[in-house]
């Protein structure tokens, strides 16, 4: 896939949340989702917010995404504020979100087809995204015809194809089976090696959020807020053994503690 810019390449995906709050208001009520949350992620970090239902993880994700508004405090990424959607930020959704009547590579070049990007230029961009997600194969299909981790692989590349600089992922992986699950995981993290681009990733799956992560942030509720922060400190290359690894063992005792308290 091609770069942008030296100016581009220089600032890539850093997301600074400050004094964030999120209050919900109704004539009789008044609901406070998210608590004064500070929150910075490196350029090209992989960082997940782990937390139980109703801990204000989704709605903090659609903050930065833009598809939600804040009651105070701010998000800026690369020192821009976000005010609403952008291309800078791709979204992957736990439902299947892709277009039915498209096929898997038109489904791919839809955003960059909006842009105006020339054919040739598009088709060179979708065979390199199909390549990453192994479904090279799969060019031609159908949503409809495609298994629920393939449908999810195809979500990826098509948020990948505008190139964001953040993706933006509400536990994506989710509503697949165990074993889909971790093959996802593992592609997953051979994605972001290769496109270097900053992840937020949404879960509730101590084991995935290890897995994945380079950091950890738990969140608690009532109101939602950011309890603590964790550095995972495993190999850079997680293998499935990695599970086995003394410190994965460690960090999840940790983390299921600090859940279920």
């Known amino acids: 896939m091609q770069t942008g810019s030296k100016e581009e390449a220089a600032t890539r995906g850093e997301i ?85 009547w498209l096929t898997v590579r038109e489904n791919i070049e839809y955003g960059p087809k909006l842009k105006g990007i020339p054919t040739l230029e598009r088709r060179s961009l979708s065979n390199y995204l199909l390549k990453m997600i192994r479904l090279e194969s799969f060019d031609k299909s159908y949503p409809k015809q495609l298994s629920g ?58 084991d995935e959020a290890i897995f994945l992560s380079q950091r950890i942030v738990v969140m608690g509720a009532g109101p939602g807020r950011i309890l603590k922060e964790f550095n995972v400190e495993l190999p850079a290359e997680r293998t499935p053994e990695v599970r086995e690894h003394p410190e994965f063992l460690s960090l999840k005792r940790e983390l299921a503690g600090l859940l279920k308290h």
């Open 16 to 100: 600074v949340i400050h004094n964030l709050h999120k209050v919900y208001t109704t004539k009789k009520s008044r609901f406070e989702a998210l608590h004064n949350i500070q929150l910075t992620i490196g350029e090209n970090e992989f960082l997940t917010i782990l937390g139980p239902s109703g801990c204000g993880k989704s709605t903090l994700l659609r903050i930065v995404a833009g598809l939600e508004d804040h009651t105070e405090g701010s998000v800026m990424v690369d020192g821009e504020e976000v005010i609403g959607p952008g291309a800078d930020r791709g979204m992957v959704f736990q439902g299947y979100t892709l277009f039915p």
């Open 149 to 206: 981790g393939m449908k999810q692989r195809v979500a990826i590349a098509r948020a990948l194809a505008n190139r964001p600089k953040v993706l933006l992922m509400d536990e994506p992986f989710g509503a697949l089976d165990a074993q889909t699950k971790l093959e996802m995981q593992e592609m997953l993290l051979d994605v972001w090696e290769k496109e270097k681009t900053t992840v937020l990733f949404i879960t509730h799956d101590i």
